[in-house]
């Protein structure tokens, strides 16, 4: 009889470190993996009562010409106001955890999965996974890739930095923490080395 996983990896760190790249590292491993990210732009989906609730609140203020939402300005908006912020999130993050309660409940065939979930410590979700990775890099590094992947100016860096926890607090948390400040096979052998970790100190 198929259980649920007993290893669930809470895969978290700062904006721009490279969580997804690990996320990559650990699929490629067989390893299923619930991206956070994902589902809250599922959120927003055409469609959803979600995007109507939000396109609603701010109107033509982050609507495309086509009526479609745009996501650069909606962001130029949370990330200036908290209050905003909060407000987008308390829409957004009750459908988030429902698919991942959902992701968690189906992958029956699986001993080992992972949540990856930028906002881990900032929502209260450590009680989810049996343990915490945190993915780190240089500080001058994060900057440096959210300007180039999301081409932001760098006063909107310093705002999604500074949105979430400081990047010290989450490591000192972690179960485990893998330097992204190197090269991608130095990465990757990070990973596999906490992998190999059969029957974790911090479990049970």
Same mark, same amino acid.
């Given at each position: 009889?198929d259980s =649920? ?5 809470? #895969? ?6 490279g =969580? ?5 590292i %650990?699929?490629k491993h067989g390893?299923?993996?619930?991206d956070?990210d994902? %589902?809250?732009r599922?959120a927003l989906?055409p ?12 109107g033509?203020e982050i ?7 745009d996501?650069?300005? #909606?962001?130029?908006i949370?990330?200036t106001?908290?209050?905003e ?6 829409q957004?993050h009750?459908?988030? =955890?429902?698919q %991942?309660?959902?992701?968690l409940e189906?992958?029956?065939g699986?001993t080992?999965v992972?949540l990856?979930?930028?906002l ?7 009680d989810?996974v049996s ?5 780190t ?7 440096q890739?959210?300007?180039q992947?999301?081409?932001l ?5 310093e705002?999604r ?7 010290s607090?989450?490591i ?5 923490v #893998?330097?992204?400040s190197g090269s991608?096979?130095d #990465? ?7 992998l190999r970790i059969?029957?974790p100190?911090?479990?049970?």
């Open positions: 009889m =649920k996983p007993s290893r669930i990896i809470g #895969l978290t760190g700062g904006i721009g470190t =969580k997804s790249t690990v996320a990559g %650990l699929e390893i299923p993996v619930a956070a994902r %589902l809250a599922q989906a469609g959803s009562p979600i995007r109507e609730q939000v396109l609603q609140r701010y033509a609507q495309t010409r086509e009526g479609d939402l996501r650069a300005r #909606l962001g130029a949370v990330f106001d908290p209050g912020r909060v407000w987008l999130e308390a957004i009750p459908f988030v =955890k429902t %991942l309660r959902y992701f189906t992958q029956t699986s080992t992972c990856m979930v930028p881990l410590f900032e929502v209260g979700m450590e989810w343990e915490i990775w945190v993915v890099c240089t500080p001058e590094q994060q900057r890739r959210l300007q992947r999301d081409h100016t760098p006063e909107q860096v705002a930095i500074a949105s979430q926890w400081p990047l607090e989450k000192q948390r972690a179960h485990v #893998l330097d992204n991608p096979a #990465l990757e052998k990070q990973v596999e080395q906490a059969v029957s100190p911090w479990a049970g």
